[in-house]
């Protein structure tokens, strides 16, 4: 019966609905190889990391990248899209819940042609905290991608300017309390 009402989702929505969903498709796609086919100029690199401007990014976002890092010997990897700066804190949470609007109950094709859903659920950023992260699930959770989460974060840095990313990693996220943002400008949830 699942497969048959998955069937029937794909062909009323269409696995390229919007811009957002098309380009995260590429990128969900590009996963299970480090973003090896993302990765475009090195922006910076240490002893067991380093940074990619990404090749590909939404439309209208300021940067996108892609982070690699070997440490505990295993190469860890993940893409990260800043889609929107802003001083106004009702502005950023508007644009923060119609990217949720775009991406919630999506549908997914990978590479190796298997369809998934994602999954998560709205959490409204209230001005008074500094950060907000929705986290997206694959589901059917299975195989390569059962870890493969989406973070969409609202955050803001020290200057008091609101940061929207996207974030794909299978990285668990770093202590949310530590939110000052540093000079490299990577959300807490990417750690690299």
Same mark, same amino acid.
């Given at each position: 019966?699942?497969?048959?009402?998955?069937?029937?989702?794909?062909?009323?929505?269409?696995?390229?609905?919007?811009?957002?969903?098309?380009?995260?498709?590429?990128?969900?796609?590009?996963?299970?190889?480090?973003?090896?086919h993302l990765?475009?100029?090195?922006?910076?690199q240490a002893v067991q990391s380093a940074r990619y401007r990404s090749t590909i990014q939404l439309p209208g976002s300021a940067s996108s990248t892609v982070f690699v890092s070997t440490a505990a010997h295993a190469e860890e990897s993940g893409w990260t899209c800043t889609i929107q700066e802003s001083t106004d804190f009702e502005a950023a949470k508007e644009h923060?819940?119609?990217?949720?609007?775009?991406?919630?109950?999506?549908?997914? *094709?990978? /590479?190796?042609?298997?369809?998934?859903?994602?999954?998560?659920?709205?959490?409204?950023?209230?001005? #008074? %905290?500094?950060f907000t992260r929705i986290v997206f699930s694959?589901?059917?959770?299975?195989?390569?991608?059962?870890?493969?989460?989406?973070?969409?974060?609202?955050?803001?840095? *020290?200057? /008091?300017?609101?940061?929207?990313?996207l974030i794909v990693t299978d990285r668990e996220?770093?202590?949310? #309390? %530590?939110?000052a943002i540093a000079a490299s400008r990577d959300c807490p949830v990417m750690g690299f």
């Open positions: 019966m699942a497969p048959v009402i998955l069937t029937a989702s794909l062909s009323a929505q269409g696995v390229f609905s919007n811009k957002t969903q098309a380009i995260l498709e590429k990128v969900i796609q590009d996963y299970p190889n480090h973003f090896y990765r475009g100029e090195l922006i910076d923060f819940r119609q990217i949720y609007g775009q991406l919630s109950n999506s549908i997914i *094709s990978s /590479g190796d042609q298997k369809t998934f859903i994602l999954s998560g659920q709205y959490e409204a950023p209230a001005d #008074g %905290r500094k694959l589901l059917p959770g299975v195989g390569g991608m059962k870890r493969l989460k989406v973070n969409l974060c609202l955050l803001q840095d *020290s200057g /008091g300017t609101w940061r929207i990313e996220p770093k202590d949310e #309390g %530590r939110v």
